[in-house]
Nanobody
Framework: QVQLVESGGGLVQAGGSLRLSCAASSSIFSLLVMGWYRQAPGKQRELVAT???????NYADSAKGRFTISRDNAKKTVYLQMNSLKPEDTAVYYC???????????WGQGTQVTVSS
């Protein structure tokens, strides 16, 4: 079992920046695919970005050019740097952990990001 704890959310004005962090409690963190997802009120949860064990990244179109996902395997932490934030980025942001050998994935409790116009 993996426990994920997100932090770094908050209220920011449009055009501002936030850095989300997700600390994981897994001894095989360096082998995991880590991801950030978000869910806005009344909408389905959607992918924001993922990063593989070797640092390969994938971004939703809405995040490209503004968000950067990174990881620190020594700290067992994944980050999401969000710049040029827009009101439509307002959502609860969730951290996700996955390994190909698992039959399930793990989610954090979420952190609220609110962008005011």
């Amino acid at each position: 079992q993996v426990q994920l704890v997100e932090s770094g959310g908050g209220l920011v004005q449009a055009g501002g920046s936030l850095r989300l962090s997700c600390a994981a409690s897994s001894s095989i963190f360096s082998l995991l695919v880590m991801g950030w997802y978000r869910q806005a009120p009344g909408k389905q949860r959607e992918l924001v970005a993922t990063i593989t064990s070797v640092g390969g990244t994938n971004y939703a179109d809405s995040a490209k050019g503004r968000f950067t996902i990174s990881r620190d395997n020594a700290k067992k932490t994944v980050y999401l740097q969000m710049n040029s934030l827009k009101p439509e980025d307002t959502a609860v942001y969730y951290c996700n952990a996955y390994h190909a050998s698992w039959t399930t994935t793990y989610w954090g409790q979420g952190t609220q990001v609110t962008v005011s116009s």
